[in-house]
């Protein structure tokens, strides 16, 4: 069964730092892989995907995750984070019994 | 277009009682998850289907929990006899074809709590 673990519960960076969330998997083959964003009342929103091909995706808000597959990871970075970009961050693979799993989240925190 | 929908946005409920909980996913999504997000514990998969059945109940808490879909569309959620254990946001989403990297749509939630 496929599981996903976000190592860090909070991440605090300054507005116009770069940032980088860490994501790892386990799934016995190349899963899809996802990361959505919990702004604070709102719902999940879709940041990227990756299912194949390049393994440096681009997605919405200058965010971009790179799929390592010896690493089993697929982490999220973003050049210089603003402070709208605060919110709860989920990573989540799919595996091939469509069951999606989800992380259990990274917070991230902006300063001034 | 129309999004996921859920009924009732928040819920309060005491120990005990059954609450059901509903879903509209976006139509023609052949797929529907429910989801748990509790405090610090991220999204807690429950029940998924596909089509009007359920392939894949394995997260389900507790036989308590049990959940429907009909005619493809609406699904319900229920819980049995809720405890305190069951507060949290029950999360929604649809699909249009799980199993190809497609992403989930989700609904706003259900807000549950147990008094």
């Known amino acids: 069964a496929q599981s996903v673990t976000q190592p860090d519960i909070h991440i605090t960076v300054s507005e116009g730092a770069s940032l980088e969330l860490r994501c790892n998997y386990s799934?016995?083959?190349?899963?899809?892989l996802f990361w959505y964003v919990q702004s604070p009342g709102q719902g999940l929103q879709l940041l990227l995907k990756y299912f194949s091909g390049d393994t440096l995706v681009q997605g919405i808000k200058g965010f971009e995750a790179e799929f390592k597959r010896s690493q089993s990871s697929f982490n999220l970075r973003k050049p210089s984070v603003h402070w709208s970009d605060a919110a709860e961050y989920f990573c989540?693979?799919?595996?091939?019994?469509?069951?999606?799993?989800f992380g259990k989240g990274t917070r991230l925190h902006i300063l001034p | 277009g129309a999004g996921v929908s859920q009924s009732p946005s928040n819920k309060v409920t005491e120990k005990g009682k059954d609450v059901e909980l509903r879903c509209d996913p976006i139509s023609g999504h052949t797929a529907l998850y429910w989801y748990r997000q509790s405090l610090g514990q991220g999204l807690e998969f429950l029940i998924y289907?596909?089509?009007?059945?359920?392939?894949?109940k394995s997260g389900l808490p507790s036989d308590r929990f049990s959940a429907e879909r009909t005619g493809g569309s609406v699904s319900t959620l229920t819980i049995q006899r809720t405890q305190q254990e069951d507060s949290a946001v029950y999360l929604c989403?649809?699909?249009?074809?799980?199993?190809?990297?497609?992403?989930?749509?989700f609904g706003p939630g259900t807000r549950l709590t147990v008094t």
């Open positions: 989540a693979v799919e595996g091939r019994d469509d069951k999606i799993i």
């Open positions: 799934y016995g083959a190349t899963p899809y």
């Open positions: 289907f596909q089509g009007n059945s359920a392939p894949d």
């Open positions: 989403a649809s699909s249009p074809r799980p199993g190809t990297g497609v992403e989930q749509y």
